[in-house]
C-alpha cells in the first residue's frame, strides 16, 4: 500500500518547454488535487477532481492542465512553463470531506 | 469562494509552554476543518480535525475549537515538546464546491 505517489520528485526545465506531473493513489479514493506551495504563501489549490473524468479550477489555476482518465491517477500538465511555476507541487487524495493524503512532492525549478 | 486567514504567521514558544494557532474562513457551506503539521522537507500531515456539527475536538496534548457563528478555529497544543517544531496548516472544505482550502501557515518554533 503506497498511498500517493508522485512522479517525478525532481525536475527542471527550461522556460517554454513543457512537462507533465503525474499523481497515482491505491486508496481507491475519489477526490484528488494539485496544490502548489511558495514561501510563505501556504498550499494553493491549483485543480481538483470529485472523481473519474472530471476535474474543475482551484484558486491559481492559469497556466496549469489536468486530465483524471483512470479513478487511481491525476495528471498535471505545463504547456509552456514560465520562471513564476517555479515551485513545490504536492498531489492529495481523499474520500468526500476525509482526512486528504499527501504525495512526496515535486520540486520543479524553470530557468 | 472560501478564503481561509490564519494568524500568526510565526510563533515562538517556551518549551512546556502552550501555543495557539487561529484561523478564520468566509463560505458558511464549509463543514471540514483540518490541521495539517508540515516538517522541513516532509508532506504535509494531518493532525487533528473536526467538523461542523462538533465544538471542541481533543487528542492528547492537541486540540481544536470551533465556532460556526463567528467562522473562527483554532488549533491548542500544550505541553509544547521540541518535536513540535513545524509548520502548521488550518484548511476548511466547503460542502459547496467540495475545494480544500489551505491557510498561509504558522511556523512554530519551540524554545528551549
Known amino acids: 500500500n503506497a498511498g500517493v505517489t508522485q512522479t517525478p520528485k525532481f525536475r527542471v526545465l527550461k522556460t517554454g518547454q513543457s512537462m507533465t506531473l503525474l499523481c497515482a493513489q491505491d486508496?481507491?479514493?475519489?477526490?484528488m488535487y494539485w496544490y502548489r506551495q511558495d514561501p510563505g504563501m501556504g498550499l494553493r489549490l491549483i485543480h481538483y477532481?470529485?472523481?473519474?473524468?472530471?476535474?474543475a479550477k482551484g484558486e491559481v489555476p492559469d497556466g496549469y492542465n489536468v486530465s483524471r482518465l483512470k479513478k487511481q491517477n491525476f495528471l498535471l500538465g505545463l504547456e509552456s512553463a514560465a520562471p513564476s511555476q517555479t515551485s513545490v507541487y504536492f498531489c492529495?487524495?481523499?474520500?468526500?470531506?476525509?482526512?486528504?493524503?499527501f504525495g512526496q512532492g515535486t520540486r520543479l525549478t524553470v530557468v | 469562494g472560501e478564503n481561509v486567514e490564519q494568524h500568526p504567521s510565526t510563533l515562538s514558544v517556551q518549551e512546556g509552554d502552550s501555543a495557539v494557532i487561529k484561523c478564520t474562513y468566509s463560505d458558511s457551506a464549509s463543514n471540514y476543518f483540518p490541521w495539517y503539521k508540515q516538517e522541513l522537507g516532509k508532506r504535509p500531515q494531518l493532525i487533528i480535525d473536526i467538523r461542523s456539527n462538533v465544538g471542541e475536538k481533543k487528542d492528547q496534548r492537541i486540540a481544536v475549537t470551533l465556532n460556526k457563528t463567528a467562522k473562527h478555529f483554532s488549533l491548542h497544543i500544550t505541553e509544547t515538546q521540541p518535536e513540535d517544531s513545524a509548520v502548521y496548516f488550518c484548511?476548511?472544505?466547503?460542502?459547496?464546491?467540495?475545494?480544500?482550502?489551505f491557510g498561509k501557515g504558522t511556523r512554530l518554533h519551540i524554545l528551549p
Open positions: 484548511a476548511a472544505s466547503s460542502s459547496r464546491d467540495d475545494k480544500i482550502i
Open positions: 486508496m481507491n479514493h475519489e477526490y
Open positions: 477532481s470529485v472523481g473519474e473524468g472530471t476535474t
Open positions: 492529495a487524495s481523499s474520500f468526500y470531506n476525509q482526512q486528504a493524503f
